[in-house]
T-cell receptor, first 110, second 114 residues
C-alpha cells in the first residue's frame, strides 16, 4: 500500500521560517508534489521534486531525499495568508494518479 | 481562462436519489480525475481517466461511476447515494505530456446525503 505521513498541525509566527516534513513509503516513485489548500477551496500547486535536492521558488522551497523517502516544504518570511493546509502527494506509478497525505494545517500567528 | 469547472457547487440530496456531478476542462487535457476529501482522511482518488473512453478505479471507487465520452467532460455519477458519500468532491485534470505536469483542480462540490 501507499503510506504518506505529515504532521497534522503546526503553528508559526509571522515573518518566521517553518519546515513541513513529509515521509513516504510507496510501491514506486515518479515524483513528489506539494499543494496549498485554503479552507473550502481547491488545492493549488506549489512545487514538484523528482530528483534529490532543493527546489526554490520565491519564499517556498521543497527538498527531496529519495533514499530516505523524505521531503520537506520550507516557507520563509511567513505571512498571515500562508495559513492553510499543505498537502504532500506522491506519484507512485507510471500513470498520473496522486496519493495524498492527510495534510498539515499551518496557522500563522501575529 | 484555463479552468476546471464543476457543477453543482453545493448539493443536498436524499439517500437513493441518483445524482450526477459534472466536470469540464477547457485545456484539452487528456488526464482527468475525481477525488473526495474528508476530515482526517485527506484527498482520496475515486476514479481517473487517461483519455476518452479510458477510465480506471482509484482508491475508493465503490458507489461511484464515471464516463469519458469526450475529452473535456468527466462526470461523476452516484447511482444510489448513501450518507457515507457526504463529502467534498474535487475534479482535476492535467495534460499528461509530462509526469511533472501539475494537476489543476476544480473549485469543489460539497455534497450532503441525508
Amino acid at each position: 500500500g501507499q503510506n504518506i505521513d505529515q504532521p497534522t498541525e503546526m503553528t508559526a509566527t509571522e515573518g518566521a521560517i517553518v519546515q513541513i516534513n513529509c515521509t513516504y513509503q510507496t510501491s514506486g516513485f515518479n515524483g513528489l508534489f506539494w499543494y496549498q489548500q485554503h479552507a473550502g477551496e481547491a488545492p493549488t500547486f506549489l512545487s514538484y521534486n523528482v530528483l534529490d535536492g532543493l527546489e526554490e521558488k520565491g519564499r517556498f522551497s521543497s527538498f527531496l531525499s529519495r533514499s530516505k523517502g523524505y521531503s520537506y516544504l520550507l516557507l520563509k518570511e511567513l505571512q498571515m495568508k500562508d495559513s492553510a493546509s499543505y498537502l504532500c502527494a506522491v506519484n507512485s506509478n507510471s500513470g498520473y494518479a496522486l496519493n495524498f497525505g492527510k495534510g498539515t494545517s499551518l496557522l500563522v500567528t501575529p | 481562462e484555463a479552468q476546471v469547472t464543476q457543477n453543482p457547487r453545493y448539493l443536498i440530496t436524499v439517500t437513493g436519489k441518483k445524482l450526477t456531478v459534472t466536470c469540464s476542462q477547457n485545456m484539452n487535457h487528456e488526464y482527468m480525475s475525481w477525488y473526495r476529501q474528508d476530515p482526517g482522511l485527506g484527498l482520496r482518488q475515486i476514479y481517473y481517466s487517461m483519455n476518452v473512453e479510458v477510465t480506471d478505479k482509484g482508491d475508493v471507487p465503490e458507489g461511484y461511476k464515471v464516463s469519458r465520452k469526450e475529452k473535456r467532460n468527466f462526470p461523476l455519477i452516484l447511482e444510489s447515494p448513501s450518507p457515507n458519500q457526504t463529502s467534498l468532491y474535487f475534479c482535476a485534470s492535467s495534460s499528461g505530456d509530462e509526469l511533472w505536469e501539475t494537476q489543476y483542480f476544480g473549485p469543489g462540490t460539497r455534497l450532503l446525503v441525508l
